[in-house]
């Protein structure tokens, strides 16, 4: 037996939604490790302070990751109505995504793998 009606479920269901700001980058084409290095950098900080060390990070994983910075920032601010001088990096992580197989020619006919990894990384902003 159904609990209610579908509208009311679904009611409840959005009641639980989370509704602090966030941004989402499916797909990214480097490993979760190497995301993460950049991503322990930055939580917990003011997003002043994540965006200047983004910036000034030597590694590809931090240009990635500023682009989604600042959509979350835009996300706040747009959609939540939230002031960009009072928002922290609440979360971040990176999940693990799909791996692309790829074969590299070795001696004697034998074949190497390497595989492509992927993630998909999440940033989570809230307001102090």
């Not at 290095?37 to 200047?52: C, E, N, P, S």
């Not at 060390?53 to 747009?78: G, H, M, Q």
Request: net charge positive.
């Amino acid at each position: 037996m159904a609990l209610g009606h579908r509208s009311q479920i679904k009611r409840e269901r959005n009641a639980q939604k989370d509704t602090r700001p966030s941004a989402k980058l499916s797909y990214a084409r480097m490993s979760v490790q190497k995301a993460c290095f950049v991503l322990d950098a930055i939580r917990g900080k003011d997003v002043q302070t994540a965006l200047a060390i983004v910036t000034y990070n030597p590694r590809y994983a931090s240009s990635v990751i500023e682009k989604l910075l600042r959509s979350a920032i835009a996300n706040a601010e747009n959609n939540n109505g939230m002031n960009a001088e009072n928002l922290y990096v609440e979360e971040c992580y990176a999940n693990k995504g799909p791996t692309m197989k790829r074969i590299k020619a070795r001696a004697q006919g034998r074949a190497y793998r390497i595989e492509k990894r992927m993630s998909h990384i999440t940033i989570v902003l809230n307001e102090r």
